[in-house]
C-alpha cells in the first residue's frame, strides 16, 4: 500500500504504468516467497529491484513474464498487468507474453549455436522476418543495440558460446531486443561479470533506456544508483520501499531501507 | 584456549603422509591391475576367434575334369544359350555326372571327397559358359568337410595321405569360401553361408531401431518435460526401471504370446524378432534418455522460454538436440544388447533352419548370434570353424554399428 502511495507521489510518473502488480503473492508449495506486493513500473524508466540475498526479487521479477510456470510448485496470487491486461487472465497467451516481456538472466545463457543463430531465433520462431534478408536486417539492428556488433560482425557463425563472459551477456540482450519486446527484465545481469563488461552492460542500459521498459534486479546498490530512476527495496518477500532512486538513497523513509543501504544488514 | 601450533614437520606428520601416498600406489596398481586383466580377457577372446575362425573363411577345393559327352548328362548346348538355361538345366542330373566323374578321378569313395554342394559350382559354370558341355572341362570344387579338415591337418589318417598324394599332382588348391559370405545355412558345413543369418540380422535390428527409438526417445522427453510429477509418473518411472532389468528370455515368452498367438504375425520373421527386441531395448533408451535430458542445463530452457519458444519448441530446438549424444550413447547400448541377444528369438521360432536368405521383415530368418547357437551344436566337425567364423562376422557387425553411433554421437557434440 505504501508503495502505491509513494509511486503516486513522484512527479514524473507517466500517466500509465507499463507493468501493474497488485497484492501479488507467491508460494512455492507451502512456502510463502513473495508477500503481498503492489508495484507500478513506469514505461520510460528503468527501475531497480535491491534487497538481500532470499528477499523475492528474483521470484517477483519471473512472475512478471510467467517465468514461474516452469516450477511445478510455484502458485501466484493477485494481479498482474501487462498495459491494463491481466497477465495470468485467459486471453493472455504465455508465449506471447514471453515475447513482449523479454528476460536476460543471472549467468549469461547463450545456446550453443552460433552467434547469428542466438540472434534470429527469436524473430524466426514468432515469424516477425519475411525473409532472409529482412532476418540479417533484424541480428544487425540487434546487436548494433546490444553494443556488440562491431565485435562480432565477423563472426557471427562462430558459436555463441566462445565469447567472453560480458560479450555473451550481451549477446543475451541482443536475443531479447531482436524480438522486439516492449520490457526487459534483468536478472542481476552483472553478477557474474568482470568490472569492465559490469560497466559496458550499465552504458547499455542507459542506451536503451526510454525504447524499452526496463526492470532489474541487482544486488549492487551502487549499480542500483547509477542506473535506474526508481527503486524497490524488498526484504523477506515484502515490498518495504519503492520511490525514486534519488529518494531512496538519500533519505529513504523506512528503517529498514536505511540499514540494508548504510551495509547494516544484507 | 591456547593450543600449540601443528608441527608440520614432526614424524607422525611424515608418517602420515607416507602412508596417503603409500595408498594411493596401492590404488593405482590395482585399477592398472584390473585394465591389465580385461584386455587380457579380451586379446585371449579375439585371438581363439582368430585362430579358430579365419580358417572357416577358407575352403580347400579339388580339381576335377568332366567330359560331358561321355557323362550320364545328356544337355543340348544350344537349348542352353535359348531362353530357359535354369530350367533346362533343373531336369538335368548333374549331380550325379559329378559324383560319378569324381569316383573316376579319384578312385573308390571319390565322390565323398567333394562337397554336397560341389555340384552346384558345375551348373555355374555351365549357365556362364554353355559350350563346354559339348567337350571336356575342368572344374574346381569346394571339396568335402572330411577332407578339408584333413587339408587342415587334422583328419584321419587315410584321408591325409589321399590330400598329400592330390597336392602334390596339382589337383587341390586352397581359396578364399566366397559362398560363405553370400549363401544361407545348410546341412554340410562346407555349404553353410552365414549372408541369411546376416541379412536377418540386419533387418531385424532395423525393425529394432524403427520402433525402440521414436518410442523411447518420445517416452524420456514426455517423461522428463511435460508430465506432471505425480504418483503416476512415479509408477511409471519404476516400471521402466524394472523393465530394463527383466530377463530376456520373458521377453520372448511375451513375444510368443502376444505377436505370434494373439496377433498370428508370421513365425520366424524378423518383424516379430525386431517387435520383441525392440520391447527389450525400449527401456534402456528411456532411461538413457531421461538421463540425457536432466543433463541439459535449465539455463538453456530458460532461455528459449524467455524468448517466447513454446515448450514443444523448447524441447525439440534446444534440449533434444544437447541431449542426442547421451540419448545414442544408451542406444548404442540397447541395441548392441540386441544385436547379440538368443534367448527371446528361440522362443518366437527364429531358430528353424532356414537356407535361404530373408527377402523381408515378414519371410522367416534367423539371426547371427542364433545361427552361432546352432552351429555350435552340430555334431560335424567342419562346424566348428564355421562357428567361429560366424562369431567373427557377428562382432564385426557390431563394432560397425557401435563405430556408426559414435560417428553420430561426436558429430552431435561438436554443436555445443
Redesign the interface.
Known amino acids: 500500500m505504501m508503495a502505491n502511495d509513494m509511486s503516486m507521489s513522484t512527479a514524473e510518473a507517466s500517466a500509465e504504468p507499463k507493468l501493474r502488480a497488485a497484492g501479488v503473492s507467491v508460494w512455492y508449495g507451502p512456502k510463502k516467497a513473495i508477500d503481498d506486493v503492489s508495484i507500478e513500473v513506469d514505461r520510460e524508466n528503468v527501475t531497480a529491484f535491491i534487497g538481500p540475498s532470499g528477499c523475492g526479487k528474483s521470484t517477483f521479477l519471473r512472475t512478471l513474464?510467467r517465468?514461474n510456470d516452469?516450477i511445478?510448485s510455484a502458485r501466484v496470487e493477485g494481479l498482474i498487468e501487462l498495459d491494463g491486461e491481466d497477465i495470468y487472465g485467459k486471453d493472455m497467451d504465455v508465449?506471447?507474453?514471453?515475447?513482449r516481456v523479454?528476460?536476460?538472466?543471472q549467468?549469461p545463457?547463450?545456446?550453443?549455436?552460433s552467434i547469428f543463430e542466438n540472434v534470429a531465433?527469436?524473430p524466426r520462431?514468432?515469424g516477425l522476418a519475411a525473409g532472409r534478408d529482412e532476418l540479417d536486417e533484424i541480428v544487425e539492428r540487434s546487436l548494433k543495440r546490444a553494443g556488440l556488433w562491431e565485435e562480432v560482425k565477423d563472426r557471427l557463425p562462430e558459436s555463441g558460446?566462445a565469447l567472453s563472459g560480458g560479450q555473451q551477456q550481451r549477446l543475451?540482450i541482443a536475443?531479447?531486443i531482436?524480438?522486439d519486446p516492449e520490457v526487459i527484465l534483468m536478472d542481476e545481469p552483472c553478477s557474474a561479470l568482470d568490472p569492465i563488461a559490469t560497466a559496458k552492460i550499465e552504458e547499455l542500459i542507459h542506451e536503451l533506456r526510454g525504447r524499452y521498459a526496463i526492470v532489474i534486479v541487482t544486488h549492487n546498490m551502487q549499480q542500483a544508483a547509477r542506473i535506474s530512476q526508481r527503486t524497490a527495496f524488498f526484504h523477506l518477500g515484502e515490498l518495504v520501499e519503492y520511490g525514486e532512486t534519488s529518494e531512496i538513497f538519500t533519505n529513504p523513509k523506512v528503517e529498514r531501507t536505511k540499514d540494508y543501504i548504510t551495509g547494516r544488514y544484507g | 584456549m591456547s593450543k600449540a601450533p601443528t608441527d608440520w614437520r614432526s614424524n607422525a606428520m611424515s608418517r602420515r603422509l607416507r602412508s596417503r601416498y603409500a595408498r594411493e600406489k596401492r590404488f593405482k596398481a590395482l585399477g592398472l591391475a584390473a585394465i591389465a586383466v580385461s584386455i587380457g580377457f579380451l586379446a585371449f577372446l579375439l585371438w581363439t576367434m582368430a585362430s579358430n575362425g579365419l580358417s572357416g573363411f577358407m575352403e580347400t577345393q579339388l580339381k576335377l575334369a568332366i567330359d560331358f559327352p561321355r557323362s550320364s548328362l545328356m544337355i543340348d548346348p544350344a537349348v542352353l544359350r535359348g531362353g530357359n538355361a535354369e530350367q533346362a538345366l533343373a531336369g538335368a542330373e548333374i549331380e550325379g555326372a559329378v559324383a560319378s566323374a569324381a569316383e573316376a578321378e579319384f578312385g573308390p569313395g571319390g565322390a565323398r571327397l567333394i562337397s554336397d554342394a560341389g555340384w552346384l559350382r558345375v551348373r555355374e559354370g555351365i549357365l556362364k559358359n554353355p559350350d563346354i558341355v559339348s567337350g571336356r572341362a575342368e572344374f574346381w570344387i569346394p571339396a568335402s568337410g572330411a577332407f578339408d579338415i584333413a587339408a587342415k591337418g587334422e583328419g584321419d589318417p587315410a584321408t591325409g595321405a589321399l590330400y598329400r598324394r592330390l597336392d602334390q599332382s596339382g589337383q587341390v588348391r586352397h581359396g578364399f569360401n566366397w559362398s560363405f559370405l553370400s549363401g544361407s545355412d545348410a546341412t554340410d558345413a562346407t555349404a553353410v553361408g552365414i549372408w541369411g543369418a546376416f541379412k536377418g540380422s540386419l533387418l531385424t535390428m532395423l525393425v529394432t531401431i524403427a520402433l525402440a527409438f521414436p518410442v523411447g526417445v518420445l517416452s524420456a522427453v514426455y517423461l522428463e518435460e511435460f508430465a506432471p510429477r505425480n504418483r503416476w509418473t512415479e509408477i511409471i518411472e519404476v516400471s521402466i526401471n524394472n523393465l530394463a532389468a527383466v530377463p530376456s528370455i520373458i521377453f520372448g515368452l511375451l513375444g510368443l504370446a502376444v505377436f505370434l498367438n494373439f496377433m498370428h504375425l508370421p513365425r520366424s520373421a524378423p518383424l516379430v524378432g525386431g517387435l520383441t527386441l525392440a520391447l527389450m531395448t525400449m527401456p534402456v533408451i528411456v532411461i538413457a534418455g531421461r538421463n540425457a535430458i536432466k543433463a541439459v542445463p535449465p539455463s538453456i530452457r530458460d532461455a528459449a522460454l524467455g524468448v517466447g519458444a513454446s515448450r514443444v519448441q523448447t524441447v525439440f530446438h534446444h534440449v533434444l538436440p544437447l541431449a542426442l549424444p547421451g540419448i545414442l550413447t544408451g542406444t548404442i547400448i540397447g541395441m548392441a544388447r540386441a544385436l547379440g541377444e538368443t534367448a527371446p528369438l528361440l522362443m518366437i521360432g527364429m531358430r528353424a533352419f532356414i537356407a535361404t536368405p530373408p527377402g523381408g521383415i515378414t519371410d522367416p530368418a534367423t539371426v547371427l548370434p542364433v545361427q552361432v547357437f546352432l552351429w555350435s551344436d552340430e555334431v560335424s566337425r567342419g562346424f566348428v570353424e564355421k562357428t567361429s567364423a560366424a562369431i567373427i562376422v557377428l562382432l564385426a557387425f557390431l563394432m560397425a554399428m557401435n563405430a556408426l553411433a559414435i560417428y553420430l554421437r561426436n558429430k552431435f557434440e561438436r554443436r555445443w
Open positions: 513474464n517465468m516452469t511445478a508465449v506471447q507474453l514471453r515475447a523479454g528476460m536476460v538472466f549467468k545463457n547463450p545456446f550453443p549455436k531465433y527469436g520462431i514468432h558460446t543475451c536475443r531479447a531482436a524480438v
